[in-house]
């Protein structure tokens, strides 16, 4: 019981990370309507920045905070000088170019960080807490605690600010929002910022857990991709829920499932993909999308 | 005094031209119509003053050539377009719509005054205040889109096909309301409307397009004595 | 009539004995080329066939029928292992390379039945993870695999008589193989299928109004893909004679469909300009400097994407255009999975656009 409690756990915490780029990649498909591959990439090299300050003995929340700024910046230089001229077009070419974007991030940070792994410190101590008896690591705890947080505060910002709306607005018609003014160009700007900034968040506190590389985040980009499969564009709870769900079930499934064990782990989201679209093709929680010709 | 000037405009999709030399003139507080069949370039002359497409030509507002302008910096000039379809921001509630459309404005008590002025010149939507705009009826969402655009209290408002898609009554309705809007605000307006009968309870004067061109202006009330106008606008 | 003193130069490309000697002289240069040519010349354009191949599958799922696919890479080591695997247990070999076809072409039927379903991007999400699967799955199954270690076979080598070296046999048995799965794709992609694809890809909803189903079609152009990938990892476990979990990794996916898009998307030559580029331009990078390869490569993939989204076959078009009419066209950019799409990307002041249709 103990066990299957601490999996469950643990399973939130890495959920919660998967569900930070889903998060991201729903907001940005829902301004721009293109999927972004980079996302975990772009997430990858703000965590660096906030890596090479902790490395100059910059205290390490406040490493974090300039990485969060700097993936506000990246995100909008992104929007306005890559994608812009591909927003409206056909979406697999978007999709490409954000793999190349991907491409070059990494190797960006292959060349100005080298390959080998880095340590970045934990913002928790990676104590264990006794809750009714059962060891839970604080680790995990914190790390699902602030991006919960960072969720909500994102979600207080769309339905309760003016920006907010206005986010909102230009990504249901942004020529209908354009006739009231709304300067669409500087808020998609906004909306890419602000995604990359809740992968930043995530990049920041999975990066103690994975060690510091490259490729860190490429197979939370399978997942956050399965979890927006599972839980529908359209539908940013549905998204967070199925990657909770898949973090769950991937830990239960490594311990549990004597064939799956821990490499197999990251088949689990994709089992239950299969399985998921021979019922909903739709995904759990999202809408039929209805295209007119 | 002219507030609105469009000189042999030209406009195109791609290659495709579709104004070929349209002018317009719009007084302070006046409100013009746009008549022509269905493809005369009616809906594109609106897209030419709000900065949609590629324009050619002259069109200046308020003595200021905003040609080449974004839709949004024409909308800070205080053009409001109530695009054909509406353009309502479905996902949205009503009330929520309403505030997109005072975005450029900061004067937060005035925005919810002007709210209740919409919601009492269009009743219909005060029961509906907290639904989602794709939830309201074609009429509704019609009402809601030209409340949205005067939110931001625009001194022109350019109106395409409000009637388009709505029961004989309703389009009265809604008629009536930017009736009274335009007596109680004077905002000024250019009409584009199939249902040229309507039209003209509305403006004062009209211009005929036909295949990109104007080929005709003059006062409503010549414009419907006129035989030609009668046969192919207003049924004979 | 015509008078006989004058023959226009159109008149004498049309003759049929000149149609003929283009492709007759390319296939006496390559009958002679393994002959002359080094070792290591020989072994660097086998490998080129190897993965001109590759990108020629991937080619068709993406290029033609507009599906990103980021499992390319996968049927290829799928197509290896099966080889390795019959090879060491000493199968016939055409019943290897048989299975190194359908197996892989099984699998990625399976992949795209489930994945087609869901529309949109849904074939680049879910492809994604086939090589970050099969990585670690690949180590597990050891018992067919070899684990990381990977597995070794040699089965090309020259037979007695022939007086060719291994390399020239191998080289011979790739050009073969490789432009007979050309020659058969080519067929395709100009035959009603093809016609298929491309409207599949220009606009799903025409192509459905039209009775042209959106979901075999991606169905069946992703299952030759894998296919086409499977014979690939034939070849690469005949010129390569190793295979291990490393040959399919994301980075491998990646500049693979790198590599397709920069030899030109929807191009026969341009895959094999693609497959040229797979492995001549590490080996250039990898000399100037190792940690600037991928660097390069993202840089040189979205270089490509917005000023030549053609890739590089579509280079001399591109030029000769550009003497034609100085003055580049405007919203005449073309999305790189289609050299020409229907779906144009017009900038926002030109296009009437309604409210933003739902991408899935």
């Known amino acids: 019981m103990g066990k299957f409690v601490q999996l469950v756990v643990d399973g939130l915490s890495t959920g919660s990370v998967y569900g930070a780029i889903a998060l991201a990649i729903v907001l940005v498909n829902q301004a721009t309507g293109l999927i972004n591959f980079a996302q975990g990439g772009m997430a990858v090299l703000s965590t660096y920045v906030a890596w090479w300050l902790t490395t100059h003995d910059v205290p390490l929340i406040l490493a974090i905070l300039v990485s969060i700024l700097f993936s506000l910046a990246l995100g909008a230089v992104v929007e306005r000088w890559l994608m812009r001229r591909f927003e409206r077009g056909d979406p697999d070419t978007a999709v490409v170019v954000t793999i190349g974007l991907l491409t070059l991030i990494t190797g960006i940070c292959g060349w100005l960080f080298t390959y080998n792994n880095q340590q970045f410190p934990s913002l928790f101590s990676l104590d264990t807490v006794s809750f009714l008896g059962v060891s839970i690591s604080i680790r995990s705890i914190g790390t699902t605690v602030v991006i919960v947080v960072a969720m909500l505060l994102l979600q207080g910002l769309f339905v309760g600010t003016k920006l907010g709306l206005a986010l909102r607005a230009v990504a249901i018609n942004p020529q209908s929002a354009a006739f009231s003014g709304l300067p669409v160009g500087r808020l998609l700007m906004v909306g890419w910022g602000l995604a990359a900034a809740l992968g930043a968040v995530a990049g920041a506190l999975v990066a103690p857990q994975l060690t510091l590389t490259p490729g860190m985040l490429d197979s939370t980009l399978v997942y956050a991709l399965a979890a927006v499969i599972l839980g529908g564009l359209t539908s940013p709870i549905g998204v967070v829920v199925a990657a909770w769900i898949i973090g769950i079930l991937e830990n239960l499934a490594a311990v549990y499932v004597p064939f799956i064990g821990f490499d197999l782990k990251v088949a689990v989201p994709f089992i239950l993909i299969f399985v998921v679209l021979i019922v909903r093709p739709q995904g759990l929680f999202g809408r039929k999308v209805v295209v007119r010709v | 005094m002219t507030l609105l000037e469009l000189e042999d405009v030209t406009a195109s999709y791609g290659p495709v031209q579709v104004l070929d030399g349209v002018s317009l003139s719009v007084p302070d507080n006046g409100a013009v119509g746009i008549l022509g069949a269905n493809g005369a370039g009616k809906t594109t002359t609106l897209r030419a003053i709000s900065g949609t497409v590629r324009t050619g030509g002259r069109v200046v507002f308020d003595g200021k050539d905003i040609r080449g302008l974004r839709p949004d910096q024409v909308a800070a000039l205080g053009i409001a377009h109530v695009p054909e379809g509406r353009g309502t921001l479905g996902d949205l509630t009503v009330r929520e719509n309403l505030r997109v459309g005072a975005y450029l404005r900061k004067d937060g008590k005035e925005v919810d005054r002007d709210i209740d002025y919409c919601l009492d010149l269009f009743p219909n939507l005060q029961d509906r205040i907290r639904s989602n705009a794709s939830a309201l009826s074609g009429g509704e969402q019609q009402m809601l889109a030209v409340a949205r655009a005067i939110m931001s209290k625009p001194r022109l408002l350019l109106l395409d096909e409000a009637s388009l898609g709505l029961a004989p009554s309703t389009a009265k309705n809604v008629y009536d309301a930017i009736r009274r809007l335009r007596v109680e605000s004077g905002i000024a307006m250019v009409v584009v409307e199939q249902n040229a009968n309507l039209a003209f309870t509305l403006v004062d004067s009209a211009t005929v397009l036909e295949t990109g061109r104007t080929v005709l202006t003059g006062r409503s009330a010549e414009l419907k004595g006129m035989d030609e106008i009668r046969r192919a606008y207003l049924g004979g | ?360």
């Open chain 3, 1 to 360: 009539m015509a008078t006989p003193s004058t023959s226009t130069a159109s008149s004498v490309w049309q003759r049929p004995w000149v149609r003929w000697a283009g492709p007759l002289l390319l296939v006496v240069v390559l009958a002679v080329m393994p002959l002359v040519l080094s070792e290591f010349a020989n072994q660097t354009i086998a490998r080129i066939g190897v993965y001109a191949v590759a990108v020629l599958g991937l080619n068709v799922v993406m290029g033609y029928t507009g599906q990103v696919s980021l499992g390319q890479i996968f049927f290829l080591g799928f197509g290896a292992y099966v080889t390795a695997y019959g090879v060491s247990n000493d199968w016939n070999i055409v019943l290897v390379f048989a299975l190194a076809c359908l197996a892989p072409a099984v699998a990625g039927l399976l992949v795209a039945l489930a994945a087609a379903r869901l529309g949109g991007l849904a074939i680049a999400m879910v492809t994604v993870a086939l090589p970050i699967v099969g990585v670690p799955l690949a180590k597990r199954l050891s018992d067919f695999t070899g684990g990381s270690q990977g597995m070794s076979a040699r089965f090309a080598e020259a037979p007695e008589g022939s007086g060719l070296y291994d390399d020239q046999w191998q080289l011979y048995i790739v050009l073969i193989i490789a432009g007979v799965v050309f020659l058969l794709t080519r067929n395709l992609v100009r035959g009603k299928y093809g016609r298929a694809f491309a409207i599949v890809k220009g606009n799903e909803n025409v192509a459905s109004s039209m009775g042209i189903s959106p979901y075999r079609y991606k169905v069946l152009a992703f299952t030759i893909a894998s296919l086409i990938g499977g014979v690939s990892g034939f070849l690469y476990m005949l010129v390569i004679q190793y295979t291990s979990p490393e040959t399919m990794t994301f980075g491998h996916s990646i500049s693979l469909l790198a590599a397709m898009v920069i030899g030109g998307a929807g191009s026969i030559v341009g895959s094999i300009l693609g497959g040229a580029y797979y492995v001549l331009v590490p080996q250039l990078t990898n000399e100037v400097d190792p940690s600037l390869t991928a660097l390069l490569q993202g840089a040189l993939l979205l270089a490509v994407l917005f000023v030549l989204p053609g890739g590089l076959v579509s280079l001399p078009r591109a030029l000769t255009r550009g003497r034609r009419r100085p003055r580049a066209g405007r919203g005449s950019a073309a999305p790189p999975t289609t050299p020409s799409s229907t779906t144009g990307s017009g900038t926002a002041a030109e296009e009437p656009e309604t409210e933003r249709q739902g991408h899935a």
